[in-house]
């Protein structure tokens, strides 16, 4: 039996994911690590140590979400349908962000780097097509999660407009044989094995053509969060199961964490195995930690998430445009806030995440949410038209003379 109504607890996890990427993205200035756009004169270790956890599943968890997205758009579309919907609430927006949302976090950059020229003078250069950051100013940044998606979704179109069709109710029932017992997490083994093998040759770019390991690692999320909404009974074990994946996810992270702070990893003069089995094993705490936490979440969302509040639609519509705009708020922020002086880590980093937040909901619901044209940029939906005052009431009398709806 398919899933064709919306599951509540999904979108709630969705909204919590973004949240989720706001307080990574707002901590970057200030942890003690190199490669981000604009930095503080100080950093801060423990901040660089919650950040390390926060994204061994943030990007996974919402991967996930987006495979069960994925599955409830396709329904009542054919292939081509699908890919044109996705063309329109990815593709555009993704070209939206390279021309107007990304630029100003690189000229904020090259601020800092002692370029003394107005935002219009800088912004022809984005025109050269040179990426970023190799001395050039085109790039989708933060926005590669959006690219990444759209590519999947373009490749993987007729394989998900089969799944959901009857043709493949042969395949959804042996599915279900994963929802006994613990089999079920069986699904994160791809995913291990992948990353423990090729992370370490093959180091997250995000810019597709240089990503080969992650560019497979994210999608395996993406796909079982396709597979486990498209049989029910999956979901259903991922809820049963919760505390088990919680286990795994906490294990797993408490004997890496461990492991790190004392300097036991490969390579280290402290590390006590010769066999190269050894490191890939170490290499594979990480996706399993990662596996174990979205599992867990899922599951957890599932049992205490799928409730409706009125506030629902309004945020569901939003975290879209917030993901977007975000890390641009955040960088023109940051910009300002690094230069002042006499003031701790913690009260800069709790002012960024206060200050973006405020911003960006201001900047989606004033200037995006209103207009159909900056919907229509955005990915949004068009408005819902209001109903004629003659059809509202003719609805409302329908119970009371016996029509059917």
């Known amino acids: 039996m398919e899933t064709t109504q919306r599951q509540t607890y999904l979108d709630w996890l969705r909204i919590i994911s973004i949240l989720g990427v706001l307080f990574f993205h707002s901590a970057m200035p200030y942890v003690a690590e190199d490669g981000w756009h604009i930095k503080n004169h100080e950093t801060s270790n423990l901040l660089m140590e919650s950040n390390n956890f926060l994204h061994l599943f943030r990007m996974p968890l919402l991967f996930f979400i987006s495979g069960t997205v994925s599955y409830y758009m396709m329904q009542r579309r054919s292939t081509l349908s699908f890919i044109g919907l996705r063309f329109r609430r990815l593709f555009i927006p993704l070209l939206v962000g390279m021309f107007i949302i990304v630029p100003p976090q690189i000229y904020m950059e090259r601020l800092t780097q002692g370029y003394k020229g107005s935002f219009w003078d800088w912004y022809p250069s984005v025109f050269n097509f040179v990426p970023y950051p190799k001395g050039g100013s085109f790039s989708w940044h933060h926005l590669w999660f959006i690219a990444y998606l759209f590519i999947y979704d373009l490749i993987f179109a007729p394989i998900f407009a089969w799944l959901i069709s009857p043709k493949s109710d042969t395949f959804k029932e042996k599915?279900?044989?994963?929802?006994?017992?613990?089999?079920?997490?069986?699904?994160?083994?791809?995913?291990?094995?992948?990353?423990?093998?090729?992370?370490?040759?093959?180091?997250?770019?995000?810019?597709?053509?240089?990503d080969g390991c992650y560019l497979v690692y994210w999608l395996l999320f993406l796909l079982a969060g396709f597979i486990c909404i498209l049989q029910p009974k999956l979901m259903d074990s991922l809820e049963r199961n919760r505390r088990f994946a919680l286990r795994i996810g906490f294990v797993s992270l408490m004997v890496w964490e461990y492991m790190r702070w004392n300097k036991i990893e490969p390579f280290h003069e402290a590390w006590p195995f010769h066999n190269s089995i050894f490191n890939y094993l170490f290499i594979a705490l990480r996706p399993t930690i990662a596996w174990g936490w979205v599992l867990a979440l899922v599951g957890y969302g599932k049992h205490y998430l799928n409730r409706k509040h009125s506030i629902l639609n309004y945020l569901n519509q939003a975290v879209y445009p917030f993901y977007i705009l975000h890390q641009t708020v955040i960088v023109m922020i940051v910009y300002y806030i690094v230069q002042t002086q006499n003031e701790s880590i913690l009260s800069k980093y709790i002012y960024t995440v206060g200050i973006t937040f405020f911003v960006t909901v201001l900047v989606y619901h004033l200037l995006v949410r209103p207009y159909a044209i900056?919907?229509?940029?955005?990915?949004?939906?068009?408005?819902?038209?209001?109903?004629?005052?003659?059809?509202?009431?003719?609805?409302?009398?329908?119970?009371?003379?016996g029509l059917s709806a």
């Open 374 to 401: 900056t919907r229509f940029l955005f990915g949004m939906k068009p408005k819902d038209k209001p109903k004629p005052v003659m059809q509202v009431e003719n609805e409302d009398l329908k119970p009371a003379i």
């Open 175 to 210: 599915l279900a044989a994963l929802a006994k017992g613990k089999w079920i997490y069986l699904l994160m083994l791809p995913g291990i094995i992948w990353f423990a093998l090729l992370s370490e040759k093959l180091p997250e770019t995000n810019d597709l053509a240089h």
